[in-house]
């Protein structure tokens, strides 16, 4: 779509960065709005970097694992 259209706000959306003023997203019959089970299901990366440019690849596993748990860091 063009410019303007709304493509990354459904985005943020759909992710929970951003919330909807009014009305609901579901997956399936689930309301995702704070839904730990549904989010997992997504992955939206973003143009702009979460991290300070200082941190290391190993820090960044780090605050994975504190903010989500079970981070797997031999897969990593």
Request: charged residues 20%; neutral net charge.
């Amino acid at each position: 779509g063009r410019n303007g259209a709304g493509k990354s706000t459904l985005l943020n959306l759909i992710v929970n960065r951003i919330l909807p003023t009014n009305g609901t997203i579901k997956l399936g019959n689930d309301d995702i709005n704070d839904n730990d089970a549904a989010l997992t299901q997504f992955y939206l990366m973003s143009e702009v970097s979460l991290y300070p440019k200082h941190v290391t690849l190993k820090q960044m596993w780090e605050m994975a694992d504190l903010s989500y748990g079970s981070f797997n860091f031999n897969r990593a």
